[in-house]
């Protein structure tokens, strides 16, 4: 049985989303992060105060590989998904770039880095 991530870990996810939001997700003014268990789950707050559910991620005892579930909007849960690399696991900042390029309607975020 997996264990859940230890604090430094929390914390260190938190500032890597934050800081890769400012950078990428200029929408996004927080990227609020909860925890269950094994489990980080990632919103996005919009300026106009809308909280959207982004993404699921697994820790999987690597503060810097997690397993990645997409909120899927028309069943109101998480489904394991696929990463634009093919895999299943990877950074958080990846998997914030996913969720964000479908939610916020970015697909570039899938095919090319960031420029800025």
């Not at 950078?23 to 105060?49: E, I, K, S």
């Not at 559910?53 to 005892?61: A, F, N, S, T």
Request: glycine share 8%.
């Amino acid at each position: 049985m997996a264990k859940p991530p230890p604090e430094s870990t929390k914390t260190s996810l938190r500032q890597r989303l934050a800081e890769h939001a400012r950078n990428r997700w200029p929408a996004l003014t927080a990227v609020p992060v909860r925890y269950r268990g094994v489990f980080a789950y990632v919103d996005g707050q919009l300026a106009d105060g809308t909280t959207l559910p982004l993404c699921r991620l697994r820790y999987i005892g690597y503060a810097n590989q997690w397993g990645f579930a997409i909120y899927l909007a028309s069943k109101d849960g998480y489904e394991d998904s696929f990463l634009p690399s093919g895999h299943p696991v990877g950074t958080a900042e990846e998997a914030l770039d996913c969720a964000c390029g479908l939610y916020l309607n970015d697909p570039t975020a899938w095919t090319r880095p960031p420029t800025n």
